[in-house]
Antibody
């Protein structure tokens, strides 16, 4: 059974860069898409972006200008960088595996495995 | 971007009763819809994908239906462990994948 674990700093100052890593165990990172999803306290879920083992990415247009994702298949890890953070980026950040299928528009997926989440707070 | 709207925001149900949760998409998402359950302090858990297919290990009391823009999650007989927040997610039109705002199922 695949397990995901987020890691990274929990406290950032405004304008700094958020850097998180998700380590995948119990399965290979090569055969799936992998996503980041965030949730501000007491609020709903926001999909941030996803990456495939080849490095192919899809980003949420609302965050695209500030973010990059990368993958390290040798370490079974993928990462998120989000720059110029503000208080609005304060949230629990989850990494997740995307199960799904290919159709004519690309890979369509749901999130079948999740990390436990890590709280990132942006405060001066 | 497809907007997902869930109703009601809060559903008060007694244990053993049926719960019916709704999710509406701003445009058709075919049957590319998933449901998740989230308990306080935990990550969401996948319940349903393809609008009606239960994920591995999900009890049969959870069922999903609908297609196009209207979807329903039904919990046939609520157990104590089912009181939680439920989210729908569309994966038909991207980017981005989008979630509903959630329905909280609470004890009546």
């Amino acid at each position: 059974q695949v397990q995901l674990q987020e890691s990274g700093p929990g406290l950032l100052k405004p304008s700094e860069t958020l850097s998180l890593t998700c380590t995948v165990s119990g399965g290979s990172i090569r055969r799936y898409y992998w996503s980041w999803i965030r949730q501000p306290a007491g609020k709903g879920l926001e999909w941030i972006g996803r990456i495939y083992a080849t490095g192919s990415t899809n980003y949420n247009p609302s965050l695209k200008s500030r973010m990059t994702m990368s993958v390290d298949t040798s370490e079974n890890q993928f990462s998120l960088n989000l720059n110029s953070v503000t208080a609005a980026d304060t949230a629990v950040y989850y990494c997740a595996r995307e199960g799904g299928y290919y159709d004519t528009t690309g890979y369509l997926g749901w999130f079948d495995s999740w990390g436990q989440g890590t709280l990132v707070t942006v405060s001066s | 971007e497809i907007v997902m709207t869930q109703s009601p925001a809060t559903l008060s149900v007694s244990p053993g009763e049926r719960a019916t949760l709704s999710c509406r998409a701003s445009q058709s998402v075919s049957n590319n819809l998933a449901w998740y359950q989230q308990k306080p302090g935990q990550a969401p858990r996948l319940l349903i994908y393809g609008a009606s297919t239960r994920a591995t290990g999900i009890p049969a009391r959870f069922s999903g239906s609908g297609s196009g823009t209207e979807f329903t999650l039904t919990i046939s007989s609520l157990q104590s462990e089912d009181f939680a927040v439920y989210y729908c997610q569309q994966y038909d039109n991207w980017p981005p994948w989008t979630f509903g705002q959630g329905t909280k199922v609470e004890v009546k």
